[in-house]
């Protein structure tokens, strides 16, 4: 299968990786090896980024492409991680089919795009495209600033959706990700970085919906705590295999 990168002991647990925006699975690198000797690790590329670039992004679509992974693999339920765009993925899919998911470790994906952050979020994902070159040139800048050149190099050689991110930013407003999962029952971790103030501030409403949710700050991190912090997001990760045993 194209943009799937599949490392551990497939008898193992299985943990399926869902990146950001934009970017694809390569930015889940330290994680996996972190995790590959205790987990079956799978890192998908969602529609429309990596090397699925070619397709058009819908959360639709992602949904089937996750449940597409778990049947391709004959896996009956996995843990789904996401982050930023790959969290509200998540959602979606513990909302549309809780029986083939074993818990959540969200990430960045805790704010409920309505009223004008859903209106200044819709248009800036309109308007990404347009500004995709200068855009992608300063987000790659940025990148191996904030991650050294070794995983921001393996991220940005798996190739930057400015098409496939503006779509992802048009699919977040309108819709209450949190309130179409109220049938999953499992375990959620809720890991976000102490600096990502927006998403820290969306957790006291998803814990009231969820109370069986435990929060986790990832220290010294941002939106991309995942990739700021791996070690420590791995360790959340851990958390939720645990609470899912």
């Known amino acids: 299968m194209r943009g799937v990168t599949r490392k551990g002991s497939e008898e193992s647990p299985t943990v399926i990786l869902l990146h950001g925006g934009v970017i694809n699975r390569h930015m889940w690198g330290p994680v996996i090896e972190n995790l590959?000797?205790?987990y079956d690790c799978i890192a998908i590329d969602l529609p429309g980024h990596g090397q699925l670039m070619d397709q058009d992004f819908s959360v639709e679509r992602s949904v089937e492409a996750v449940i597409d992974i778990l049947?391709?693999?004959e896996i009956e339920t996995a843990?789904?991680?996401g982050l930023s765009l790959g969290g509200y993925i998540a959602q979606a899919t513990a909302g549309a089919h809780p029986d083939r998911v074993d818990g959540l470790v969200l990430?960045?994906?805790t704010i409920n795009y309505t009223g004008w952050d859903g209106i200044t979020t819709w248009f800036f994902g309109a308007l990404f495209p347009l500004l995709s070159r200068p855009a992608m040139k300063a987000f790659a800048k940025q990148m191996t600033k904030d991650l050294g050149p070794e995983l921001a190099g393996a991220v940005l050689a798996g190739g930057l959706s400015g098409k496939g991110g503006g779509q992802g930013l048009r699919r977040l407003p309108g819709v209450d990700y949190a309130e179409g999962m109220l049938g999953f029952s499992g375990p959620i971790v809720v890991a976000n970085g102490e600096r990502d103030t927006q998403n820290r501030d969306g957790e006291e409403r998803f814990l009231e919906l969820?109370?069986?949710t435990n929060s986790v700050i990832i220290e010294d991190a941002g939106h991309a705590c995942a990739l700021q912090q791996p070690e420590s997001f791995s360790g959340a990760?851990?958390?939720l295999m645990a609470m899912s045993a």
Do not use: N, W
């Open 71 to 73: 049947d391709h693999f």
């Open 237 to 239: 990760i851990r958390q």
């Open 107 to 109: 990430s960045g994906a």
């Open 79 to 81: 843990a789904l991680v």
């Open 210 to 212: 969820f109370p069986h």
């Open 36 to 38: 590959a000797d205790e």
